[in-house]
T-cell receptor
Framework: GAVVSQHPSWVICKSGTSVKIECRSL??????MFWYRQFPKQSLMLMAT?????????EQGVEKDKFLINHASLTLSTLTVTSAHPEDSSFYIC????????????FGQGTRLTVV | LAKTTQPISMDSYEGQEVNITCSHN???????ITWYQQFPSQGPRFIIQ???TKVTNEVASLFIPADRKSSTLSLPRVSLSDTAVYYC???????????????FGSGTRLSIRP
């Protein structure tokens, strides 16, 4: 099956710094990517949807200036958590699909962010 | 969006058959029912999808009654490695809502004991 790879798998950063998480589709063109956040023992919460070459669409309550999403190519989307604070510590998961061929969504393995 | 309701948690033992039921009373005519599995610190993994009656694959079976207002995921002879969270989603044939998003409900936390 199709593979979506996230990098890094985990990251620890100091409060106030920015962290970038990459999401790559390894064997298909990801025209649409989704970013989720998951707190311990909770469900996945959709943060934003990004389409290649256009601005991301953020879900209500998600700060677009804090969570910068770039989907510059058909195989790469990045999520940058700017000025991270301890409350941003969470598990971030990306998902990608090829909307042109109406494929299912494939999920990355997730990135554990810890802000200290 | 068709809302889904699942039990928060379930416990079972190795070798048993586990059935997880999901309610989706306002499912639309075009909606499919999709189940995902998530292990701790991993992304969700597709398990099975169906529209009506019964679907079976190498991992699970999905039972959908005629009114389609509920569905039951059946895991035959579970093992410890089946301990995970199971999500029931309702949407188009790829699992998406009308807005082309995948929205996760609360899921069912399944714990398998020796």
């Amino acid at each position: 099956g199709a593979v979506v790879s996230q990098h890094p798998s985990w990251v620890i950063c100091k409060s106030g710094t920015s962290v970038k998480i990459e999401c790559r589709s390894l064997d298909f063109q990801a025209t649409t990517m989704f970013w989720y956040r998951q707190f311990p023992k909770q469900s996945l919460m959709l943060m934003a949807t990004s389409n290649e070459g256009s601005k991301a669409t953020y879900e209500q309550g998600v700060e677009k200036d804090k969570f910068l999403i770039n989907h510059a190519s058909l195989t790469l989307s990045t999520l940058t958590v700017t000025s991270a604070h301890p409350e941003d510590s969470s598990f971030y998961i990306c998902s990608a699909r090829d909307i042109q061929f109406n494929t299912e969504a494939f999920f990355g393995q997730g990135t554990r962010l810890t802000v200290v | 969006l068709a809302k889904t309701t699942q039990p928060i948690s379930m416990d079972s033992y190795e070798g048993q058959e586990v059935n997880i039921t999901c309610s989706h009373n306002n499912i639309a005519t075009n909606d499919y029912i999709t189940w995902y599995q998530q292990f701790p610190s991993q992304g969700p993994r597709f398990i099975i999808q169906g529209y009506k009656t019964k679907v079976t694959n190498e991992v699970a079976s999905l039972f959908i009654p005629a009114d389609r207002k509920s569905s039951t995921l059946s895991l035959p002879r579970v093992s410890l490695s089946d301990t995970a969270v199971y999500y029931c989603l309702v949407g188009d044939s790829r699992g998406y809502s009308s807005a082309s998003k995948i929205i996760f409900g609360s899921g069912t936390r399944l714990s398998i004991r020796p």
